[in-house]
């Protein structure tokens, strides 16, 4: 009687751990896709182009033109953060935010106008294009990501990064 109660109980434990586990992987793919954004391919024209499409949801501040940020994509740009900016006409930019003379980050403008300064040595980047504008060290620019479509209502950015 012990023996039966034993296995019964041991039925119902294994039982309870095999569908805990099968729904916890059923979970992970939603999570997933729940907070990351995803790869989105285009393929027109024989033209094959690969944009990374970044949710900006967590980002509202960039929906408004004139805004500038830096954001971190896991996995992209060697996990360095890019700068996105909203010019102030409604088009976007994405350059790197790291200089590329000593690997140093560049500081945020508080106008859109404006460039973008190393922290390390007085040199200047263009917010538009990530080429160089000023300072000592001439012949360095961020590099700068193509960007695609803007889509206002799902609040989202392709970049090609
Ligand atoms: S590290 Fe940026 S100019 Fe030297």
Avoid: W
Wanted: aromatic share 6%; proline share 6%.
């Amino acid at each position: 009687m012990i023996k039966e109660n034993s296995n019964r109980r041991d039925f119902l434990l294994n039982t309870t751990k095999v569908i805990g586990a099968g729904l916890a992987i059923a979970a992970v793919p939603q999570l997933f896709t729940a907070c990351e954004s995803e790869e989105l391919v285009t393929d027109m024209n024989t033209n094959v182009t690969t944009f990374y499409v970044l949710d900006l949801t967590p980002h509202p501040e960039l929906l408004v033109p004139g805004s500038i940020k830096k954001v971190k994509i896991d996995g992209k740009n060697a996990d360095n953060p890019i700068v996105i900016t909203h010019h102030k006409d409604g088009s976007f930019s994405v350059v790197n935010s790291i200089c590329p003379h000593m690997n140093c980050a560049v500081n945020l403008p508080t106008d859109t106008d404006s460039t973008l300064a190393c922290q390390c040595h007085p040199n200047h980047y263009s917010t538009v294009d990530g080429k160089y504008v000023g300072g000592p060290f001439q012949g360095y620019n961020l590099k700068q990501y193509a960007v695609g479509k803007f889509d206002e209502a799902k609040k989202t950015l392709e970049i090609k990064i």
